[in-house]
Each structure stands twice: as structure tokens, then as C-alpha cells.
């Protein structure tokens, strides 16, 4: 393979770190820094259907994918954040956290733990239970 086929391909797929998100329209869109001081802004951020969070930016990390191989159309895959990462889960559960310590994991076995550093407010169609 020639250099410039192997920098296309190696440019297709990197790693690389968030800023800018912004969370307002129909899909959330970021800057990316996707080479040492290289950025790329309005980038769209792909999430999985029925999960929806806005990262903090302190640590943002992600997987970038130049679509086709066109650096001009990037798209950022799921974006996690090390530092702020809920662990301790077990095989079979599923949790759901903020940065703030806030959480609820969904048990293997069928319980549902759930943690808040404010309040926990359940909505229903026939009422507010608090």
C-alpha cells in the first residue's frame, strides 16, 4: 500500500477529544480535535435511539468516523468521558449516571437502585408521585 492510501485509510477512524457540544437542535453536534491542534467544528454526534446525554467537556473523549472515507463528512460515534464513568457494575446490569453522582442501575436480577444527590420525582398520567 502507497503512503498516501495508508494516511486516507489511518484518517478514516481516529480518537480524538470534545469540545463546543451543543445540545439544541435535532441532533447534537460538537467540535472535534481530530490531530494534535487540528479541529473540525459542527460535527454531529451520533446516539443510540432512547439514550440522550451531553457529556462534560473535561475529558471528552470519542471515536470520530469519516464517513466513506471523507474527512469533509465526520461524524462522532457514542462520546464517553473516563473521569466521570460509573463502574462496580455486574455482568447483566445497566446503569444510567450523570457527573454529579446521580444514578440508577438496573439489576440482573430484576432490582432497581437509584441515587440523588437532590431528589427522585416519578411522573404518571394520572399524577406527580414525589
Given at each position: 500500500?502507497?503512503?498516501?492510501?495508508?494516511?486516507?485509510?489511518?484518517?478514516?477512524?481516529?480518537?480524538?477529544?470534545?469540545?463546543?457540544?451543543?445540545?439544541?437542535?435535532?441532533?447534537?453536534r460538537c467540535s472535534?480535535?481530530?490531530?494534535?491542534?487540528?479541529?473540525?467544528?459542527?460535527v454531529?454526534?451520533?446516539?443510540?435511539?432512547?439514550?440522550?446525554?451531553s457529556?462534560p467537556?473535561?475529558?471528552?473523549?470519542?471515536?470520530?468516523?469519516?464517513?466513506?472515507?471523507d474527512?469533509?463528512?465526520?461524524?462522532?460515534?457514542p462520546?464517553?468521558?473516563?473521569?466521570?464513568?460509573?463502574?462496580g457494575?455486574?455482568?447483566?446490569d445497566?446503569?444510567?449516571?450523570n457527573a454529579?453522582?446521580?444514578?440508577?442501575?438496573?439489576?440482573?436480577?430484576?432490582?432497581?437502585?437509584m441515587?440523588s444527590?437532590?431528589s427522585?420525582?416519578l411522573k404518571t398520567a394520572?399524577?406527580h408521585?414525589e
Amino acid at each position: 500500500m502507497d503512503k498516501e492510501t495508508a494516511d486516507k485509510q489511518r484518517g478514516t477512524i481516529r480518537r480524538c477529544t470534545i469540545r463546543n457540544v451543543r445540545d439544541d437542535g435535532e441532533t447534537q453536534r460538537c467540535s472535534v480535535e481530530v490531530a494534535d491542534g487540528i479541529w473540525r467544528d459542527d460535527v454531529e454526534v451520533m446516539q443510540p435511539y432512547g439514550f440522550a446525554s451531553s457529556v462534560p467537556e473535561d475529558g471528552a473523549l470519542a471515536i470520530v468516523l469519516a464517513v466513506g472515507g471523507d474527512e469533509g463528512d465526520l461524524v462522532v460515534l457514542p462520546v464517553g468521558n473516563p473521569s466521570k464513568r460509573m463502574g462496580g457494575l455486574q455482568p447483566g446490569d445497566v446503569g444510567l449516571y450523570n457527573a454529579h453522582g446521580d444514578k440508577m442501575v438496573m439489576k440482573a436480577g430484576g432490582a432497581v437502585e437509584m441515587a440523588s444527590g437532590a431528589s427522585i420525582s416519578l411522573k404518571t398520567a394520572s399524577g406527580h408521585l414525589e
